[in-house]
């Protein structure tokens, strides 16, 4: 299978259960709500080591918000509710709070709820005040520059982690424009995120380490370095840059509905092929095989080589 000069190989990425949330942060000036919502999102890029995953899903216009405010929606996944609780409550209390002029928002009607105003309240320290908005209940916190207004609870529902490409170009420049090219246009799709910089990693890893402390190491056989060294190296001759992209998002649809928007708006001149990461079926819950994901409503496709 072919999109221009591309091929798409015929494999699977492996996706994995995990929990998530929607942060709806606002603020008096859209400069503040993006402020708070990328400091939310620092350090967010894997589980592996950063026990959840998040960055921001979309602007939202202050006509459209819960308070007629700016607003950023923020996308937060972890691999358990009770971890994703936790989680919620240290970023929105030391990242959110702690921004001038926010407020923050349950951004999901559905879901089992955690508690979070509910535990951040106590830093009023006995000041803080309940406020009850349509159905939901939400703390006022005192703070140095008046209020800052969080919801008792926020929703976690299950959600798909670890959606993948990986792109496999003849020069590091090239496969760069082709990744940036296709996170530009899977961030503009609701209900997903890509957790890694920009949207893009080039670090991919795989299970296990000739190191016993490490759970995962460098993707070996997708370094264009290792090649000649590794005995299942997957690059041809030809092939001298992989670039991968994660994709974490609310449902399985719209992890595919990303993916395949990603592998057309990647197969560019000199992206030999693009293929996925996965390991061999046995640890995720999911396996989105690039074939099917009826790419043709993308695309005009051709068989073969």
Known sequence: MKINSTVIVDTFAEAFKMYGSRIIITAETKAWALAAAQSMTGFATSIIACRCEANIE???????????RPGISVLLFAMTTKSLG???????????????????YNGLAQGSPVAVGGQLRYFGDGYQMSKVLGDNRHWRIPVMDGEFLVADKFNVQEAVGGGNLLILGKDQKKTLKAASAATKMMRELPDIILPFPNGVVRSGSKVGSKYKTLNASTNDA?????????????????????????????????????????????????????????????LGQYAIHLHKLDLEKQAGLTNGT
């Open 58 to 68: 979309a602007i939202i216009d202050a006509e459209k918000s819960p308070d007629l």
């Open 86 to 104: 936790q989680r919620l409550v240290e970023r929105i209390g030391q990242c959110v709070m702690t921004c001038p002029t926010t407020a923050c």
């Open 222 to 282: 997708y370094c264009p370095t290792l090649r000649g060294v590794v005995a299942d190296s997957k690059l041809d001759d030809d092939i001298n840059s992989v670039l991968e992209i994660v994709v974490d998002g609310l449902s399985l649809e719209a992890v595919e509905q990303a993916m395949r928007v990603g592998i057309t708006a990647a197969a560019q001149p000199g992206i030999r092929k693009i293929a996925a990461g996965n390991y061999g079926g046995g």
